[in-house]
């Protein structure tokens, strides 16, 4: 079964750092490019990084550059998201999730599976 | 303010066919593929259509897509209680160094 697990959300303080992992397993980890998205409580999706299957590329958003830094480990099929600089504003639902094995290029790697998500509040 | 925008909410009773609008740009959906997400309460998004009106398998004719210029549309006909959720349009976004957004969702409500 192709399944994505989420882990390391806790509650940190303002200012603090914190790294998500995600655990992938049922499909060849690094064929493929991944995402992490996140939803604050009651609001919409933001998408929040892109890293290309070979962790080569990388893409953020501007909400989050220079704060978040992705990154993988294809021998042990993970993801992972070192955020730094909390703010109040980045509490919120972590999702992973995949992307499709089509094309080159980050505008052919949407989302076609997602995992269950870790929250992260950050809070004084 | 989402990139991309829906109406925040839309509603319909079973039977019935309901459209959600996703409205962007040319730097988005005006050049890139709409896809689009289903949301139902406590859940992880799902994918629906991908490629602008394309349906994943296990994912009923029921639900349709289109694009036409800076615009997209989600068709959901033969409306069910179980359509009941949040719906979010996404694409690809060429400005600066590009990023993927999202509209703001609509949450459908069957009657």
């Known amino acids: 079964e192709v399944q994505l697990v989420e882990s390391g959300g806790v509650v940190v303080q303002p200012g603090g750092s914190l790294r998500l992992s995600c655990a992938a397993s049922g499909f060849t980890f690094d064929d493929y490019a991944m995402h992490w998205v996140r939803q604050a409580p009651g609001k919409g999706l933001e998408w929040v990084s892109l890293?290309?299957?070979?962790?080569?590329?990388?893409y953020y958003a501007d909400s989050v550059k220079g704060r978040f830094t992705i990154s993988r480990d294809n021998s042990k099929n993970s993801l992972y998201l070192q955020m730094n600089s909390l703010r109040a504003e980045d509490t919120a639902l972590y999702y992973c999730?995949?992307?499709?094995?089509?094309?080159?290029?980050?505008?052919?790697?949407?989302?076609?599976?997602w995992g269950r998500g870790t929250l992260v509040t950050v809070s004084s | 303010q989402s990139v991309l925008t829906q109406p925040p909410s839309a509603s319909g009773t079973p039977g019935q066919r309901v459209t959600i609008s996703c409205s962007g740009s040319?730097?988005?959906?005006?050049?890139?593929?709409v896809y689009w997400y289903q949301q139902l309460p406590g859940t992880a998004p799902k994918l629906l259509i991908y490629r602008n009106n394309q349906r994943p398998s296990g994912v009923p004719d029921r639900f349709s897509g289109s694009k036409s210029g800076t615009s997209a549309s989600l068709a959901i006909s033969g409306l069910r209680s179980e359509d009941e959720a949040d719906y979010y349009c996404a694409a690809w976004d060429d400005s600066l160094s590009g990023t993927w957004v999202f509209g703001g969702g609509t949450k459908l409500t069957v009657l």
């Open positions: 999730a995949k992307a499709p094995a089509a094309g080159t290029s980050p505008r052919y790697w949407y989302f076609d599976l």
């Open positions: 040319s730097s988005n959906i005006g050049s890139n593929y």
């Open positions: 890293i290309s299957w070979d962790g080569g590329s990388t």
